[in-house]
RNA sequence: UCCGCGGUAGCUCAAUUGGCAGAGCAGCUGGCUGUUAACCAGCGGGUUGCAGGUUCGAGUCCUGCCCGCGGAGCCA
């Protein structure tokens, strides 16, 4: 009986015969020699039948072979340059599971809109199938490394009943007889407490913005992973974001070459990112644009194309500190020597990817916080509980929080983020 | 919400000044023993986003609407 194998084991079983479950890929056909790409998740496989050395009744069933057709094919496994990834397989039998009808993705050229709507299947392709692979390395990059310092993982809840941020919109639902409860923009409110019990900890989930945003930028339900340190301040967290995005940049480089090599990503910008990033304060990034022939209002946040030609100053990512405090969240810790600023920083992408991490040092002091709520016209009685972190052993603390889609398009080198999450939600699109 | 671009065969696109809607791929038929998005020959395939209007005649011009894409604002 033949071994059941994956084609990316598929090495260790040259001259024996296997056993491949698997999809139709593509197939071609020289008359008396048929050649069949098979996938099973793991690969791609060349299934070669040729007349004579292949059983009549097997070879025949190429006629009958479209597209996605699920099927068991078993053969000898053969050493050959001329096969897509040097392997290929001498069929023996072919089983056929079902046969698909009118596979809408062809091996050819389509639109993204065409792609989307069929994004349950676009899956199945190259591309997507190489970018997902990243993503999971990614996020296994990102437990990995709070894991090992010792973080522990606080999820924090989805709904909830007020807004972190009060500017931005939010999803709205109803929540039986308590009124409205709202969907997660940030964990970050949740991760404090946790941060005053746990000392290190960090969330990991979905988060949702009902922001009309139609940029490449954005989506309106997408991951964020959140640390958060008790007794940690700013310089410290900026350290903490810059050992971390070096080490997950780090970790998917080292295993993820052949994906990078189908999305014909080139890594040499991506080997440079080392400690230490080049740190600025806002200010100097204000100067930086106006160097560069903007006309940079003192006292904004940075737009897109702002973000864009900061960066493209830098071949690593770039931290940027010390915002104007009016710009910045009311839970966000001002800098003691000039009240103006805010401990806040942003690190920003390289080759003009812009913001991925936003981060500061948080108000610990319960008078100037409740203050601060007060300013924003945010209602006092949602905050009660956050604001009970500083009525019991207030503490400096700090953290961040990085969007995983983002990052994850700057290191696959991607023009959309809608691409690096399976199902992507945006504005005009919650299908399939 | 605002600005710009677009919607033609299953898919990607073409159609000159308003004048017979067309090609490649996919599908089907046939050919080919090493193909690499194989190739060659043939066949079928259309409510030109929707609703009006101008005109002898509209894919093309005008009005309204729908949908999508890119960007701005806001943000990760």
Redesign the pocket.
Known sequence: MAPEVYIENLSEYVGQEVKIHGWVY?K??????H?VLVRDGTGIL?C?M???ATPDEVFDKYDVL??ETSLIVSGIVNE?K???GGY?LHVKDIQIIQIAQDY?I?????????L?DHRHLWLRSRRPHAILRIRHRLVKAIRDFFDSKGFVLIDAPILTPAACEG??TLFETDYFDLGKAYLSQSGQLYVEAAAMAFGKVYCFGPTF?A?????????TE?W?VEPEVAFYELEDIMNLAEEFVEYIVGRVLESSRKEFEILERNIEPLEKIKRPFPRITYNEAVEILRKNGIDFQWG??F???D?TVISQQFDKPVIVHHYPAA?KAFYMKRDPNDETYALAFDMLAPEGY?????GSQREDDYDTLLKRIREHNLPVEAFDWYLDLRKYGSVPHSGF???V??TLAWICGLD??RETIPFPR?I??IKP
Not at 28 to 33: A, D, E, L, N
Not at 213 to 219: A, D, E, F, G, M
């Open positions: 593509n071609r056909s020289s008359g008396k020699i050649f060349q070669v040729a007349k004579g479209t597209q050959d001329r096969a897509p290929e809408p062809t091996p050819k050229e389509h639109g993204v809109d065409f989307m500017t931005t913005r922001e009309k945003s139609k940029t490449r930028r954005h989506l997408f964020m904004n946040d737009g897109n194309t973000e710009v812009g913001e991925i991490i936003g929080g990085l969007g889609e983002r959309h983020v945006m005009y699109r």
